[in-house]
């Protein structure tokens, strides 16, 4: 008992140090693994799953999408950007110093620029948010099963523990019970708030007035 108990100190201790690049470097052992014990990984079960492979794809398709309808806006946005370019490099330094117009377009350019990104990229979290909600109640449920089935009593991350058996390691067993359970999963794009709700509070409270 107090071997296992310092087995687990040991790998739980690795946790507030080990990196994500120093998991991918984990050491396997060609030993008996501890009984009771294993370790998983969710996002090697997320990306080799069928499901989660079929989330991936229809998210790719859900952002090129996304960049079509935005395409336009960029585009304008790409052509004042230029323009803004020629007429400062046509300026010399000196005169460039006293241009603050210039300073305050190039300023709106970028913010609009980092705008239009930022909203996408908050439609795309929202929507793979939502479709891995759905994948984790078969990944929830394939783990419990798994840890019955191995007689599990501890289970710890992969990326905690910096030695392991290959035995050990129950990812390809909770991947085959989620393929056995699902292979798609729907994705629909989640559209949000162009401008965050936050901001839009912010400037509501900012208002004269107020």
């Not at 140090?17 to 050491?27: D, G, K, S």
């Not at 030993?31 to 009771?36: I, L």
């Given at each position: 008992?107090?071997?296992?108990?310092?087995?687990?100190?040991?790998?739980?201790?690795?946790?507030?140090?080990?990196?994500?690049?120093?998991?991918?470097?984990?050491?396997?052992?060609?030993?008996?693994?501890?009984?009771?014990?294993?370790?998983?990984?969710?996002?090697?079960?997320?990306?080799?799953?069928?499901?989660?492979?079929?989330?991936?794809?229809?998210?790719?398709?859900?952002?090129?999408?996304?960049?079509?309808e935005f395409e336009p806006e960029f585009a304008t946005l790409r052509t004042q950007a230029q323009q803004l370019n020629a007429e400062i490099k046509a300026l010399s330094p000196e005169t460039l110093r006293t241009r603050t117009d210039l300073q305050r377009r190039s300023q709106e350019l970028r913010y609009k620029l980092g705008a239009l990104a930022d909203w996408k990229k908050r439609q795309m979290i929202a929507t793979e948010k939502q479709s891995i909600e759905t994948w984790q109640k078969y990944y929830q449920e394939a783990v419990r099963a798994t840890l019955v089935e191995k007689g599990v009593h501890i289970l710890l991350p992969i990326e905690a523990v910096m030695f392991r058996t290959a035995q050990v390691d129950i990812t390809k067993d909770v991947v085959a019970k989620i393929d056995a359970k699902v292979t798609t999963i729907p994705v629909n794009r989640v559209r949000v708030p162009r401008v965050p709700q936050q901001q839009q509070a912010a400037q509501a409270g900012a208002a004269p007035g107020n």
């Open positions: 008992m107090k071997k296992l108990i310092l087995i687990a100190a040991f790998t739980i201790g690795a946790a507030f140090w080990t990196t994500p690049l120093q998991a991918q470097e984990t050491t396997e052992i060609k030993s008996p693994p501890p009984k009771g014990i294993a370790v998983l990984s969710r996002d090697v079960a997320y990306a080799t799953s069928k499901s989660g492979q079929y989330i991936q794809a229809q998210l790719k398709t859900i952002s090129e999408t996304i960049n079509k």
